[in-house]
Every structure is written in C-alpha cells, then in structure tokens.
C-alpha cells in the first residue's frame, strides 16, 4: 500500500530550520517561500509550466532577480493569491 502526497504543503520556516527532515522536499516537487511571513510550501514542479503560475515567477524575478535569501524560491505575493492560484493549478 502506497501514500499520496497532497499537491500543497505548508510549514513555517521556523519549523523546518529545527528539523532537517522538515527542509527536505520529495522529489518532483519544489519550495517555494510566499508573503510577508516567508510561509514555505511545497509544490509540486508540474505547476511550473502552468502560465498562472509562471506570472508569480516573472514578479519574483522582478522582485529578487536569481537573489533568494531563504534558500529556496521567494514569491512576492500574499498568501491568499498563492493559494487561489495553486487551488486551480490542482483542479486541472
């Protein structure tokens, strides 16, 4: 019997700098930081050709060029739009 990962996950970022298996991302899936908390998710890489999606990268790379201070992707959007938008990337 196997496990399904959900498509979204969400942890704090104090969290996961306690517990190194808390930073660790399953294969095909990405961490992505959102708002002005820096909430981490893990999505999944597939979202990454979505165009929704793609507009939240163009803003980042706006925002932060290639420069990422926590490590992993920063996106500068609230947290609400991350998750409107990842809800219908999961519906496709």
């Known amino acids: ?3 399904r990962l959900p498509s979204i996950r969400r942890s704090s970022f104090a969290a996961n700098q306690t ?3 808390a930073v660790e991302v399953p294969k095909g ?3 992505v930081y959102i708002g002005e908390r820096m909430r981490r998710f893990v999505i999944p890489i597939s979202y990454l050709t979505q165009p929704s999606f793609q507009d939240l ?3 980042a790379e706006e925002e932060f060029g290639y420069n990422h201070p926590w490590g992993g992707l920063t996106i500068p959007c609230s947290e609400d739009v991350f998750q409107s938008i990842t809800s219908h990337l999961n519906g496709l």
């Open 57 to 59: 990268l163009s803003q």
């Open 1 to 3: 019997m196997g496990f």
């Open 29 to 31: 899936y990405l961490a």
């Open 19 to 21: 517990s190194s298996k």
